[in-house]
């Protein structure tokens, strides 16, 4: 009981519970609990989300895609941490992304109707979730009205940034760069030398079809630093 307590304590959802109260909850509501060895698909795109399910330890790469397969985000997500927690409910509620085990890992599942017929009597536990959905719909608007259209040096990473995540942490791009060019409005050739510019400084690799992003949150300080730049270039000329 100890040990449940402690791994139900972990997860942000039960966060300000009592022990009675996570007593009772561990008595009603049944915990899928799996281990998955590296490698193995855990979660995949386009599957029915019936749970919640909470990264208790490893890491987990998920792969996300357009519709029309033209590139392919990867990201890391390391325990503890929700997966994928805002496809439970929804118009759409399917995995947006596939998931796939990077170490061996541990989950915990709690099945949908567990949250609706007996998790959501718990004031502490509606307003969590809600608090976690929240963040995330702010941060993705943040994210959208940071986006700068004007130049070529911002867009790509406009670019993952709008559809990664988390903006931190390595990613891998797998993109053909005809398709990346076409789809940021540039010519292959402008992309081809600015990914290369970008290389030099460290700040990406570039690989056959694939740009490896070591720290998404590097390349977007080197944005910022950037556009302070342009700025401050621009109040010079109007001087």
């Not at 330890?57 to 033209?70: A, F, H, P, Q």
């Not at 702010?138 to 070529?152: A, T, V």
Request: charged share 30%; hydrophobic share 40%.
């Amino acid at each position: 009981m100890e040990t449940m307590y402690k791994t139900l304590l972990q997860m942000p959802l039960f966060q300000g519970l009592g022990e009675d109260e996570v007593t009772r909850i561990i008595g009603k509501v049944k915990l899928h609990f799996q281990k998955f060895k590296a490698g193995s698909v855990v979660r995949m795109r386009g599957y029915f989300c019936n749970d919640l399910t909470f990264l208790l330890k490893g890491e987990l790469m998920l792969e996300s895609t357009d519709k029309n397969n033209n590139f392919v985000i990867k990201e890391f997500q390391e325990a503890p941490s929700l997966v994928e927690f805002y496809s439970i409910f929804g118009l759409n509620a399917n995995y947006f992304s596939t998931y796939t085990a990077e170490t061996d890992v541990d989950l915990v599942s709690i099945d949908k109707s567990y949250i609706l017929t007996e998790l959501d009597k718990y004031d502490i536990f509606r307003l969590n979730f809600r608090n976690i959905l929240s963040n995330r719909a702010q941060q993705l608007h943040d994210r959208l009205w940071q986006i700068n259209y004007s130049c070529l040096e911002t867009k790509m990473i406009d670019f993952l940034l709008a559809r990664c995540e988390r903006p931190f942490g390595k990613k891998l791009l797998k993109i053909k760069m005809e398709d990346f060019a076409l789809i940021i409005g540039e010519t292959r050739l402008s992309v081809s030398k600015y990914l290369n510019n970008l290389e030099k400084e460290g700040l990406i690799i570039l690989r056959r079809t694939e740009v490896e992003i070591p720290d998404l949150y590097l390349l977007k300080l080197w944005k910022e630093k950037y556009l302070e730049s342009l700025s401050m270039h621009e109040d010079v000329l109007d001087k």
